[in-house]
């Protein structure tokens, strides 16, 4: 009876050791944080390149983004408003709305009915997890490529960040993301790029945010 006893008491004190170490675990989730009527504004720059008449235009205009609703709490989902204005003089205009998925594991975006892998949970620098895991296009590899470190761009600094990357470079295509989360803030820049070349032709895109306030 107290060899018996003393299994249950062993296999009690492993399974307690085990809720505890995952309970302290930090699995980052303040790097999304998520608070109903928070907004950002970012500043957003885009550049078109035209492989038929060479041509490359750029666009400059503000981008805010507000957590509106709670949707859902089976999954706990939220939707994202966004509105667009070019100067600070006027008025913002609807742009579109998203979806945001919150989970253990993950953070989803819903956007045009596409689910994007956005971030994976625990985050730890080196992770990586397939980004286009619940839709149907072509497999994206993403990896935190920095976790905690300071990220300095332009004339500001942010102290505890992560940073997400993606990246494709052939002879044909150069396809390359990237996102960078600060601690209690969430997305402070992003940059998405696309560039097609067959020959002498050029096509394709690349779109930077950046947060403004």
Partial sequence: MKFYFGIIVALCLVACQKSTEQSSLDYGYYYYPIKLGTSHVYWVDSISYNDNTGKVDTFRFQLLQKFDTLISNNPTTYRILRFIRT???TEWLDRESFFVIQNKE???TVEDGIHF??????VSKGKKWKGNLFNNLAPETYEYQSVGVPYVRDDSTF???ATVTYSTLNAIE???KTAVYQKDLGLIF???TYINSQE???SGYKVSM????
């Fill in 174 to 176: 150069e396809i390359e």
């Fill in 106 to 108: 993950y953070i989803e």
């Fill in 200 to 202: 002498d032709k050029r």
């Fill in 117 to 122: 892998v956005k971030l994976s949970f625990p």
């Fill in 159 to 161: 102290q505890q960040t």
């Fill in 190 to 192: 992003s940059q998405n």
């Fill in 210 to 213: 950046r947060l403004r306030y």
């Fill in 87 to 89: 100067h600070d003089s």
